[in-house]
């Protein structure tokens, strides 16, 4: 029998709508720690009309009272009735999730096929955190406005105020940020600033304008790059001295024919320079919108290059005997600005910082590398430049491995004997992957790049060492495995570990997606935490995050071929499966196979999901300075011994929040 109060029922389920899910998880849907994101998502509406060719000029103002203004000169927003809302588009747009006009990537004609919007999120957020907001259109010959307050509630609706010449149009939006939702409720100008500044480059067309508010006074900057990203990437490298002109190019696919992956739009622009000492620029954008934390059109950019590279090193025999050029060899010193167009990108949270797209790799290292290579080849000299920095930076990594191993102590290490090490001595790149299972590390193995990744198989679960003692740490096989794996010794936090024997800058937890391997991650996180501190706390740990699912996609149409995704988890599956359904796939042609283990995996399957550092997904561990108390009371609850009863009334209380994993 249930106790009294521990019941759950129909009346516990809350059904979130409107603009309520911002409100109820805001850190989900913006970046809390200023307003600049929510009026980054006003911005972005505004460039995509000046990239669907429209708008000509786009004007941000920042006031003294701490609101900010946003005014095009693109169509308007539409203000005629909703067919199914039954209210003026605008409110809609405003008012409710998951609303707008960026939908129809598939509709060739569509506008915005290529876009920075894609979930019909950005503008609700603005409005849903803001205490007051205020939307100013004009189009077909009429000015409108609507008001909303209180996060989001209609105050003044859709009213014209006025007439305006048949040819004039556009929209201004003025919001103030509710100050309550940000750590601090004050927009950043130079962040700001920065953005405009890219997004100018960006739309060679468009003017973009800064006002800040200075005791009633407006400090306005203006960004205007007809030039494009050439104008843009020779002021950022200035005083660099590159040792070869920079390479510019730009390619996207014109037809379907030309690619049996991309869509006709898809592509890349891009400019490249080489300089031996100095700041580097390192900008990529997807659809306009800045990746700060770049992704996987860059690992395509990376890869791309390095190979179109290590080919002219070879062509021209510049390599030297037992010299390897690896890409950070190529990357070290490149500065680069990236600009990728896609038709569906895949973002990492709604901030959009990382694309995850796994596409991406391949169309921005399809687009880049033949450009590049004939580019070499026809500047032999500069290539030349190019590529004897790069042989020069080989060089030195390897000195700096070496001096590394000399370092060490001149005793012969022993190392665990299921321990499949591999080929590099260089600790700054290798990996160890910590896998589950003899079935799953012979998978790792024959997936695994041999030149810089180890793999490590476990046999059965880790043991829970959260009150083992240091003196009996090692009793268990498992745990000495390892230690003596990674290099370094078992410490406590405050401590100055010796680290100079660590052997891979990245360890990497490899488990199954399911129940058991997320058990087994806890009690390898357990270990990490409380007897290698050092090593988390210097983000040396990771979480491989493998899929769950397999689709498999049945050729449809002239140039598209059978392919396989990858889906994490149920809920990726299910915005994979609707994606389908948009590209015109018939719903139900394509198989869902779920994987048991990573040892159901092929080698390649592995490789191409979970191994590869181009398409993997990788969580770093990491724990913020100010919450190590928290982590260590959560660690202390969930894994001490006599906290049974804790863990118990924990479960009874947050149990209905988790989504069981029962199949």
Not at 586 to 604: A, D, N, Q, T, Y
């Amino acid at each position: 029998m249930a106790k009294k109060g521990t019941g759950y029922t129909a009346e516990d389920i809350e059904i979130l709508e409107d603009l309520a899910p911002i409100l109820h998880r805001p850190g989900m849907y913006t970046d809390p720690v200023n307003p600049n994101h929510a009026l980054i998502e006003i911005v972005d509406n505004a460039a995509d009309e000046g990239l669907a060719g429209f708008a000509k000029n786009i004007a941000v103002t920042l006031y003294e009272d701490g609101s900010a203004e946003v005014t095009d000169d693109g169509r308007g927003i539409p203000v005629d009735l909703h067919p199914v809302k039954k209210v003026p588009a605008v409110q809609v747009i405003f008012t409710t999730l998951h609303s707008g006009g960026k939908f129809r990537k598939t509709d060739k004609d569509a506008v915005y096929r290529i876009a920075g919007g894609l979930h019909g999120v950005g503008v609700c957020v603005s409005n849903a955190l803001s205490t007051r907001l205020e939307v100013d259109v004009k189009r077909d010959g009429a000015s409108w406005r609507v008001v909303f307050a209180n996060n989001g509630k209609l105050d003044q609706a859709l009213t014209q105020t006025g007439t305006v010449g048949a040819r004039e149009s556009g929209t201004r939006i003025r919001f103030w940020p509710d100050a309550k939702y940000f750590d601090s409720p004050r927009i950043v100008p130079q962040d700001l600033a920065a953005l405009m500044r890219a997004k100018a480059m960006l739309l060679p067309g468009v003017r973009f304008a800064l006002a800040v508010e200075k005791g009633g006074r407006f400090e306005t900057t203006q960004w205007h790059f007809p030039e494009g990203i050439k104008g843009y990437f020779d002021t950022a490298i200035a005083g660099g001295d590159p040792v070869a002109n920079p390479f510019f190019g730009e390619r996207y696919v014109t037809a379907q024919s030309e690619s049996d992956s991309f869509a006709e739009g898809e592509g890349a622009l891009w400019a490249i320079a080489w300089t031996p000492e100095g700041e580097l620029v390192t900008e990529s954008y997807v659809n306009m919108i800045p990746t700060r934390h770049g992704g996987t059109h860059v690992s395509g950019l990376r890869e791309g290059v390095y190979n179109a590279i290590r080919n002219f090193i070879d062509l021209h025999a510049m390599g030297q005997r037992g010299l390897k050029v690896v890409p950070e060899d190529v990357w070290s010193r490149a500065s680069y600005v990236l600009a990728v167009k896609m038709l569906d990108p895949q973002f990492k949270g709604q901030v959009k910082n990382e694309l995850i797209s796994r596409d991406a790799v391949k169309l921005t290292a399809q687009m880049v590398r033949d450009p590049f290579e004939l580019w070499l080849n026809q500047h032999v000299d500069e290539g030349k430049r190019i590529a004897e920095l790069v042989l020069r930076q080989a060089m030195a990594r390897t000195r700096a491995a070496q001096k590394v191993e000399r370092r060490k102590s001149s005793g012969v290490a022993v190392l665990p004997g299921k321990l499949t090490d591999c080929a590099s001595d260089d600790p700054d790149r290798n990996e160890l992957f910590i896998v589950e299972g003899d079935s799953a590390g012979g998978s790792a193995k024959q997936a695994r790049d041999k030149e810089f990744q180890a793999v490590l198989p476990l046999k059965g679960k880790p043991k829970n060492t959260w009150q083992d003692s240091p003196d009996t740490l090692y009793a268990n096989k498992e745990i000495e495995a390892i230690a003596l794996a990674i290099g370094v010794d078992h410490h406590k936090r405050g401590d100055s570990p010796d680290l100079s024997g660590l052997r891979y800058r990245k360890i990497i937890i490899l488990a199954d997606a399911d129940v058991d391997g997320s058990h087994i991650q806890v009690l390898l996180l357990t270990l990490f935490y409380r007897h290698f501190p050092q090593l988390v706390a210097n983000g040396n740990v990771y979480v491989a995050q493998p899929p769950l699912f397999r689709i498999d996609v049945p050729a449809h149409g002239k140039n598209k071929p059978a392919r396989k995704l990858y889906a994490l988890d149920k809920q990726e599956l299910a915005s994979l499966e609707e994606k389908l359904a948009d590209e015109g796939v018939r719903e139900g042609s394509w198989s869902v196979s779920r994987f048991k283990g990573l040892g159901e995996m092929s080698p390649e399957q592995l490789w191409e999901t979970t191994l590869n550092p181009d398409t993997r997904r990788m969580l770093p561990v990491q724990v913020e300075g100010g919450a190590l108390a928290l982590a260590d009371d959560i660690f202390d609850m969930m894994m001490a011994r006599e906290n049974a009863s804790q863990r118990r009334e924990w479960m009874e209380t947050f149990g209905n929040l988790v989504d069981a994993d029962v199949s």
